[in-house]
């Protein structure tokens, strides 16, 4: 049974920061791309940032400078670290694996950012 778990969200005050991690279990982890995607109060899911097998990364461009996805594959672990967060920050995070065919989500971690 394939599981992404995450942690790491919670309240966090403008400029503030917070560490996400998503642990995966039942995949052979180094063979994926992951990658954490949000979903805002009344906004669509979006792709924050990935990261492939080799290392490779992308970002949303709001997220550039302020976000850094790593992994580690011996661990099975995924991490998002987030700085400078703001307000338009606040919305649910899904860890996300995928390797074609095949792809899964996490269960999401609310970030919530306000004074």
């Known amino acids: 049974q394939v599981q992404l778990v995450e942690s790491g969200g919670g309240l966090v005050e403008p400029g503030g920061s917070l560490r996400l991690s998503c642990v995966a279990s039942?995949?052979?982890?180094?063979?994926?791309?992951m990658a954490w995607y949000r979903q805002g109060p009344g906004k669509h899911r979006e792709l924050v940032a990935s990261?492939?097998?080799?290392?490779?990364?992308r970002y949303v461009d709001s997220a550039k400078g302020r976000f850094t996805i790593s992994r580690d594959n011996p661990k099975s672990t995924v991490w998002l670290q987030m700085n400078s967060l703001k307000p338009d920050d606040t919305a649910v995070y899904y860890c996300?694996?995928?390797?074609?065919?095949?792809?899964?989500w996490g269960q999401g971690t609310r970030v919530t950012v306000s004074a």
């Open positions: 996300y694996a995928s390797a074609i065919p095949d792809d899964y």
């Open positions: 990261i492939t097998s080799g290392g490779g990364t």
């Open positions: 039942g995949i052979r982890f180094s063979d994926f791309t």
